[in-house]
């Protein structure tokens, strides 16, 4: 049976390619879905990224240069969004409540509309940091896919060998997967653990803001505005992925 029904479309990274060690082909021909990848995405593994990340790559048909999984975070979310596009169309709705009045209505928006914050080279000096009490200069990185499969890991592990502590360890490894060079050396994995523990909570602090701003950098803009219908005033929706991302006209 013929199975050339597939949708294929070309799409161009946030980040063009340019932050990576590798050659990477920013110019990526997505093509759509089918029942077998609707079953890896359902599949009960731990590694969640991983099994996104398998899904885009082979739903790749050029040469990507390197797997999904190890893409930044902003150049992995457009893909996946994009295939939700190339899949399902590009309608989808979000579910909101007036800050203001409570009153709750649907904002429809075009997934592939939104806007695409892309590389620029402003990126580069905020990777370098200076901490505010220490004042070690810490090198850091823009985090992968597999980079939060492994800190979910960790979180796991720690929660495992510190059974009598109610301790919260994802900031931990968060930190921890970040920091490329510590002070112009790359850092032991040990003593980097016991250095960050005791790291004075404004240095962890900037560190922490410092990731978030870089990984928002790069990929889809996720602020999207409404418009309360009953007292007019504009508010920013909160953007999730629902059930209706991979499976449409499921509500
Ligand atoms: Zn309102």
């Not at 932050?19 to 359902?42: D, G, K």
């Not at 592939?112 to 940091?129: G, M, P």
């Not at 050396?185 to 978030?212: G, H, Q, S, Y």
């Amino acid at each position: 049976m013929s199975s050339n029904t597939r949708i294929a479309e070309v799409f161009t990274l946030p980040s063009k390619g340019l932050i990576y060690e590798e050659e990477v082909n920013p110019e990526v021909v997505l093509s759509s879905m089918t029942t077998r990848h609707e079953m890896l995405r359902l599949s009960t593994t731990e590694d969640s990224q991983k099994i996104m990340a398998q899904i885009i790559d082979d739903c790749i048909e050029s040469d990507l240069g390197i797997s999904a999984y190890d893409l930044c975070l902003g150049d992995f979310q457009y893909l996946m969004f994009m295939l939700r596009v190339v899949t399902f169309g590009n309608e989808y709705e979000l579910r909101g409540r007036c800050p203001y009045c409570g009153f709750e209505q649907v904002t429809k928006l075009h997934l592939d509309e939104l806007e695409v914050k892309e590389y620029d080279d402003s990126l580069v000096d905020l990777l370098e940091l200076e901490l505010p009490k220490s004042g070690n200069k810490v090198r850091l990185t823009l985090q992968t896919p597999r980079m939060l499969d492994r800190i979910s890991t960790k979180v796991k592990e720690y929660r495992r060998r510190h059974k009598d502590t109610d301790e919260n360890p994802v900031i931990l490894y968060n930190i921890i997967a970040s920091i490329e060079e510590l002070d112009d050396e790359k850092p032991n994995a040990f003593t980097l653990e016991e250095w960050v523990k005791n790291l004075p909570l404004a240095d962890t602090n900037a560190i922490i803001n410092r990731i978030d701003l870089i990984n928002n950098k790069i990929g889809i803009d996720l602020s999207v505005e409404g418009e309360c219908k009953i007292c007019k005033t504009t508010y920013q929706v909160p953007f999730r992925i629902n059930q209706t991302f991979f499976r449409p006209g499921s509500e």
